[in-house]
């Protein structure tokens, strides 16, 4: 019987005229569009430079700015005022002011200040430019002292401890390999925790459920076999993915396949009973919608998708300790940078298999009552 | 599955010879196919049935007639087991609807009153998922559809959403058919659709009963009740009664009088005013006017009339039909 329940399901999603491309360029989109645009890389900020000194010395750190390629160099401004009015009038994010007898206090007294401001109202932008335009400068000035070193104009008179930082599982810092692994999980929850949901209640609402009710089939067939049809979806779309990755990206996970499949099979099992419950609680297409908008806003901000969970406020990760987008997030993540396996997983395993049991297990008692 | 069948089916029968033995009144040896015994279900605080008990004979052609809200689509989704009744038991072809539910599933067809197939399933798709899911296929049974099936079977690969409602309505009873059930409901199966359409169907609602199915039909349209082999007038949640249409047409037992004027609404006002006009209701472009005794005369009425400044008015006896049976029911 569930057989013909499965066929017509198929059926039914290949005549849907929106559903067949959701399918299919979803997952594209997300993976070809979205690692490029969500990215912390900050390039192009507009650049204002206060030269007061007007020397070899202040020309070339203007230059290594420029040449950093983050920075675009946009006026150049007599007085720290008027390059104030650059920034307020959004020509120009973050000033860098070169004080009068820079040259010389730098070969006299070997230091010398420079004043970075930037405009902060984005408070990701403003620190991120003013760290870059300060490690610019500092490299800027370890630069001139293998210069003075090399020609013997002054011997190192202070010891410098280089500090060599290495990236371990993502040496390059590259942030697409970071969201990658994440936005296939949203990519799993919309498909197989959100369709079926709205698939049931468009039956509810078109009144084909209460005709399939006065059938022999019985109504946890008809159920699984809606969810069994966008669990196969839902593989077929995460392998896609995985081939996206590995084409487009010519990312390969570090750990086993398998390790993700079976994952991502307990993921299906939690979020498609998530999407059971909504189900139960909703009569009518724009109810389930309103409320899995709610819900998905509300996960995927508390997912560790784009911010840290660690960095978030105290009640903040309590909230997400209950999210299980947050573990198959980490999952994904750590076998496709570190390769972990399975035992390094039992964390993320075990809470899984709480949601999958709790959703499922809430489903079934809602779906008692309301009929 | 048929072992068991019978097996239910013979114990009914000893259990109706018992109630033959003590009550006398029973004659026969069967229980009615569908049998309600004083079902109450309310929604809220809404009562939708109070105390509702009826019988329907196997084979029978049997209308549930009453207005809209009057609980008619509750008691088909109770007897369908789509949902529990607070109070009291009843069975469909033996089986009591919420023990043997899974058996009257698979032996009953019902029809809601809005349509409820896959609009994005082609007819015979919708067809044929049906056939399967009570584990049959279209050609087993194409005997007892084919009337009704051959009529749309040329636009079988059109998209069941795009079908016209006459047609519509003939998918859906095939659907309805199609393993061949032994009772069927249909509820409100003609509301919406157009007098030539609704003619048909009950043409073939005959021929099915002919063929053996015991057939429960609801339907708000009063002009149809004289279609059925037996009617329950039903309004408010209560039975008001249960008899075959000629038998309730019959016992009434008031004169009844059409009137036609040229100021009907008027007319209608005023004739109520008659102190020897029991009540008087609008059918279409006639007034039907019951008399509380028979000392009036067509034309001491007419003169009263044109006192009241009616000309033109005429005035003529009229046999009742269902629904002035109905309307003098409501009133008691």
């Known amino acids: 019987m569930i057989k013909y329940l499965i066929e017509k399901e198929f059926k039914q999603i290949s005549r849907n005229p929106f559903l067949p491309r959701l399918i299919m360029f979803y997952p594209l989109v997300v993976l070809l569009i979205f690692p490029w645009a969500a990215t912390y890389e900050i390039r192009n900020i507009n650049l204002c430079v206060v030269d007061n000194d007007h020397t070899t010395y202040s020309q070339q750190l203007t230059e290594k700015a420029v040449s950093s390629g983050y920075f675009k160099l946009t006026a150049f401004e007599p007085t720290y005022q008027q390059a104030m009015q650059q920034i307020e009038s959004k020509r120009a994010n973050v000033i860098l002011e070169i004080p009068p007898h820079f040259e010389r206090d730098l070969i006299n007294r070997q230091s010398a200040n420079v004043l970075i401001a930037s405009n902060a109202v984005n408070g990701t932008v403003g620190g991120l430019s003013s760290e870059y335009m300060a490690d610019i400068v500092t490299d800027f000035s370890s630069q001139i002292r293998h210069e003075w070193q090399q020609t013997g104009k002054e011997p190192p008179s202070v010891p410098t401890i280089e500090v060599v930082s290495q990236n371990r599982f993502n040496p390059f810092l590259n942030y697409k390999l970071f969201m990658i692994p994440a936005m296939m999980v949203l990519v799993l929850t919309i498909m197989t925790g959100f369709l079926p949901a709205l698939n049931i209640v468009s039956e509810k609402e078109a009144g084909t459920m209460e005709q399939i009710n006065v059938t022999p089939v019985p109504k946890f067939t008809f159920i699984f076999s809606k969810l069994l049809s966008y669990w196969l979806i839902g593989f077929f779309v995460i392998s896609v993915s995985f081939l996206v990755a590995w084409i487009v990206y010519g990312f390969v996970p570090a750990g086993h396949l398998s390790t993700m499949y079976a994952f991502a099979g307990i993921y299906i099992l939690a979020v498609s009973g998530m999407g059971l419950v909504i189900s139960n609680y909703s009569d009518t297409m724009q109810q389930a919608l309103f409320v899995i908008f709610f819900f998905m806003i509300v996960l995927i901000l508390l997912s560790g998708l784009f911010t840290p969970v660690n960095s978030m406020p105290g009640w903040a990760q309590w909230v997400a300790a209950f999210n299980p987008l947050k573990y198959f997030i980490q999952v994904m993540r750590s076998v496709y940078m570190k390769g972990s396996g399975f035992v390094d997983l039992i964390p993320q395993f075990l809470a899984l298999v709480g949601f999958a049991a709790f959703f499922n297990l809430w489903a ?3 779906y008692r009552k309301s009929n | 599955m048929s072992q068991n069948n019978e097996l239910k089916a013979d114990s009914n029968c000893q259990l109706s010879i018992v109630n033959y033995q003590l009550s006398s009144v029973n004659c026969q040896l069967q229980l009615p196919t569908v049998n309600c015994k004083s079902i109450s279900k309310a929604y809220g605080s809404v009562q939708a049935l109070k105390e509702v008990s009826i019988d329907v004979e196997a084979g029978e052609l049997y209308g549930l007639i009453g207005p809209d809200g009057a609980g008619k689509t509750t008691l088909f989704r109770i007897l369908t087991t789509l949902i529990l009744a607070d109070k009291g038991t009843s069975t469909v072809g033996g089986f009591d609807v919420v023990k043997d539910y899974k058996k009257i599933r698979s032996s009953v067809g019902y029809m809601p009153g809005r349509f409820s197939l896959y609009q994005d399933l082609t007819v015979e798709e919708n067809l044929t998922f049906f056939a399967n899911v009570f584990g049959t296929t279209i050609e087993e049974n194409y005997d007892l559809i084919k009337d009704i099936y051959q009529q749309i079977e040329p636009f079988k690969t059109r998209r069941a959403g795009a079908l016209s409602g006459g047609m519509k309505q003939k998918l859906a009873l095939s659907c309805a058919l199609i393993h061949k059930p032994t009772v069927l409901f249909l509820d409100e199966p003609t509301t919406g659709v157009d007098p030539v359409s609704r003619k ?106 044109s006192g009241k400044g009616h000309q033109d008015v005429t005035i003529f006896p009229i046999e009742p039909n269902v629904e002035d049976c109905f309307m003098e029911l409501t009133k008691q």
């Open chain 2, 200 to 305: 048909e169907f009950w043409g073939m609602l005959r021929n099915l009963k002919e063929q053996g199915i015991t057939i429960l039909v609801s339907t708000p349209y009063m002009d149809e009740a004289s279609l059925c082999d037996r009617i329950a007038l039903i309004t408010n949640g209560q039975i008001l009664k249960v008899d075959t249409p000629q038998n309730i047409v019959s016992q009434f037992d008031n004169i009844l009088w059409g009137v036609r004027g040229n100021n009907m609404h008027k007319l209608l006002t005023d004739l109520r005013l008659h102190p020897s006009v029991e009540s008087c209701f609008s059918f279409g472009d006639t007034l039907h006017v019951m008399l509380n005794n028979n000392a009036l005369t067509t034309t001491a009425l007419t003169t009263w009339l």
């Open chain 1, 364 to 366: 079934v008692i809602s």
